[in-house]
């Protein structure tokens, strides 16, 4: 039996711990919240699971064989580092943590240790984005000529980080899943309209070394709620509309093709309209499936696809969003 400690019980620890318990060999030993009122949560939900304020009840206790931080950014590395090195795999809350170094150090650690790190990159485990990628792999849309995603709602504004290191690192993560060359620089642009020094709305680009590029969307302050991509491909065109229940992915035959005529400086253009249809895919509960392939990687002893490397890769890129925020927009390689 693995044994778990969840620390944080706000709005998405419930959930860690919910899935975590209904998988075989696994139970929640115990939760952690400084808020009475979570914690009073917890013993309602379920009795058996005991619950403290402090986290090194978790991190350090010799029953704990895995530990769920979902708290603030903040706080990740310190709880991360304690929990390692005190013998425990763990699962971390995006973004993985504030700094690179930060996560460097952690990766570090989990590697001496022989530890399992996984960063909670939920969407990727998604029917959807497993879908996209297959359909990447096999080259159904064709060479890949730009990547648009747009996350946008009112709210909920943090008290901690900005809206790039709130709402990127969920289609910052799928576009590292999904699209196999690496990025090499970043550029974004923001605003903060009300004087926290914290960005409520966001424009990032990302560039990669074969004339693909990536555009994100990131907005507080929408009067409506989109969760949007498109990837426009040689071949074909994919929409993800993750709000749509019934097809959330539909692929358009539609594309463009240019032919060089009588010289460099004629171009014929030709536009392909073809059929739309949107594939079957699979509606499982992400999480719940992220956290089964957690259990096996630490069974099997092998490294996620969403580990701390992983994780470091989307910090990178929110670091630099930030240092080209601060520059007025100034392109920072990766």
């Avoid at 929640?28 to 058996?48: G, R, S, T, Y």
């Avoid at 991190?59 to 304690?82: C, F, G, M, N, W």
């Avoid at 499936?289 to 701390?308: A, H, M, Q, R, V």
Wanted: net charge positive; proline share 4%; aromatic share 8%.
């Amino acid at each position: 039996m693995l044994k778990v400690g969840v620390i944080g019980y706000g709005y998405w620890g419930p959930n860690i711990a919910r899935n975590f318990n209904a998988i075989d060999g696994v139970k929640v030993e115990v939760v952690c919240d400084k808020n009475p009122a979570a914690l009073k949560k917890v013993k309602k939900i379920n009795a058996n699971i005991n619950t403290t304020r402090d986290s090194r009840d978790i991190t350090r206790s010799p029953e704990i064989d895995i530990v769920a931080i979902v708290t603030p950014v903040s706080t990740h590395y310190q709880l991360a580092k304690d929990a390692l090195e005190n013998g425990k795999h763990v699962f971390v809350e995006k973004p993985f943590t504030a700094t690179i170094s930060e996560a460097e150090r952690l990766i570090d650690i989990g590697s001496k240790k022989k530890l399992q790190i996984m960063v909670d990159h939920t969407f990727i485990f998604t029917g959807a984005v497993r879908k996209i990628k297959e359909l990447v792999e096999k080259n159904e849309l064709g060479e890949i000529y730009y990547y648009d995603s747009t996350r946008v709602n009112l709210g909920l504004f943090q008290h901690d980080v900005n809206v790039v290191w709130d709402l990127a690192p969920h289609d910052l993560s799928v576009m590292d899943y999904v699209m196999k060359p690496k990025p090499v620089a970043i550029t974004a642009n923001g605003v903060d309209h009300f004087g926290r020094s914290l960005e409520n709305i966001a424009y990032i680009s990302v560039y990669f070394p074969n004339n693909l590029i990536a555009h994100f969307n990131v907005n507080w302050l929408s009067p409506v709620k989109i969760r949007t991509t498109l990837i426009g491909g040689a071949k074909r065109m994919l929409v993800w509309n993750d709000l749509d229940t019934d097809e959330k992915i539909k692929i358009y035959d539609k594309g463009v093709t240019v032919r060089n005529r009588e010289g460099v400086y004629n171009l014929l253009v030709e536009y392909r309209s073809g059929d739309m249809w949107a594939p079957r895919i699979d509606h499982s509960e992400a999480l719940r499936t992220e956290l089964e392939y957690f259990i096996d990687c630490i069974k099997k002893e092998k490294s996620p696809i969403n580990d701390g490397k992983a994780g470091l890769r989307i910090v990178k890129m929110l670091e630099a969003s930030d240092k080209s925020l601060k520059q007025n927009g100034k392109m920072i390689k990766l």
